[in-house]
Nanobody
């Protein structure tokens, strides 16, 4: 069983950058797909980015494409989400998720972190 812990959240201003980390324990990411989701206030949880266990391909929601970048350091069992040019529309709780089979919906993933808040002020 995999246990996921996110870090790096916090309040930022529009235009700032922020890097989130998701570290696995109890298992590693070596055979998993890892995704970031986010849940804006009052809205459903939505897909943000995905990285397959091999490191490629990497996939992004249209709303973050070109601004957010997902990467993985297998030696540290950590997946990162680099977020650039943040806007108020990126305000959300950000969750890391992992599973043996990748997908783009909440239902695809069986393991979740607790999610750091990222408030972006305009």
């Amino acid at each position: 069983q995999i246990h996921l812990v996110e870090s790096g959240g916090g309040s930022v201003e529009a235009g700032d950058s922020l890097k989130l980390s998701c570290t696995a324990s109890g298992d590693t990411f070596s055979s998993l797909a890892v995704a970031w989701f986010r849940q804006p206030p009052g809205r459903e949880r939505e897909f943000v980015a995905l990285i397959h266990w091999s490191g490629v391909p990497r996939e992004y929601a249209d709303s973050v494409k070109g601004r957010f970048f997902i990467s993985k350091d297998s030696t540290k069992s950590t997946v990162y989400l680099q977020m650039n040019s943040l806007t108020a529309g990126d305000t959300a709780v950000y969750y890391c998720a992992a599973d043996a089979v990748s997908g783009y919906t909440v239902a695809h993933f069986g393991s979740w972190g607790k999610g750091p808040r990222v408030p972006v002020s305009s």
